[in-house]
């Protein structure tokens, strides 16, 4: 079925950990975002794709990078993760030309 | 630099009331405006967007370039429209800016 994956949903982890959030998505977009989302609040762009090997930093500073090797798949690393890193990321796509954004369910993190 | 403002961060209808949900944007170039909601428990999802000039469950939204405004409207509100919406604005660029968002609660 067509749609976007994000995973873990969940994630708890100490601080100085090294993590990897994935997002995948079947839908054949060009076009990916990284967002950070907290409770209640308003989403921050902090990275973007046009397509493979490209990646853009979006709106919102953020110590997180992300690679685009393959069309489908967007994953985002932090080397080392902080307490200050605790939020809910959001994946989205999109055609490229096109505005409607197709949205993941979401990652929680939790740095402890 | 682009911008979507939201101003109200929390607002309260009673069930068959009107509902409006204000957003204004800022941006020198051709704005696309859409509307996006996120219900509880669910992934945020497209509502509407300017371009389409269409009304989904009930909801419309104008584009005032003047005003640079694109508020959400609707006639009778209904408890299941109790959620998140959130107005975004795509650049040039093709970057998808969003509002810091309102929390509708239609009161029943």
């Known amino acids: 079925e067509a749609d976007i994956y994000q995973t873990p949903r969940y994630l708890v982890i100490g601080t100085g950990k090294k993590i990897t959030l994935e997002c995948s998505q079947t839908?054949?977009?060009?076009?990916m975002y990284w967002y950070q989302q907290d409770p209640g609040m308003e989403l921050h762009l902090i990275h973007y794709?046009?397509?493979?090997?490209?990646?853009e930093k979006g709106d919102l500073s953020s110590e997180s990078t992300v690679s685009r090797i393959r069309t489908e798949h967007f994953p985002l690393t932090l080397e080392s993760a902080r307490p200050s890193h605790t939020s809910q990321y959001l994946c989205a796509s999109s055609y490229r030309g096109r505005g409607k954004a197709f949205f993941g369910q979401g990652t929680r993190l939790t740095v402890v | 630099a682009q911008r979507v403002t939201q101003p109200e961060k929390l607002l309260s209808v009673f069930k068959g009331a009107p509902v409006e949900l204000k957003c204004n944007y800022s941006y020198s170039g051709s704005p696309e405006l859409f509307w996006y909601v996120q219900y509880s428990r669910q992934r945020l999802q497209l509502l509407l967007r300017h371009i389409s000039r269409e009304s989904i469950k009930g909801f419309t939204a104008d584009l005032n370039k003047g005003e640079t405004s694109f508020h959400l409207k609707k006639p009778f509100a209904q408890e299941e429209d109790s959620a998140m919406y959130y107005c975004?604005?795509?650049?040039?660029?093709?970057?998808?800016?969003f509002g810091t968002g309102t929390r509708l609660t239609i009161i029943p």
């Open positions: 839908m054949g977009h060009d076009k």
């Open positions: 975004a604005l795509r650049t040039d660029d093709e970057k998808l800016t």
């Open positions: 794709s046009y397509g493979v090997n490209s990646t």
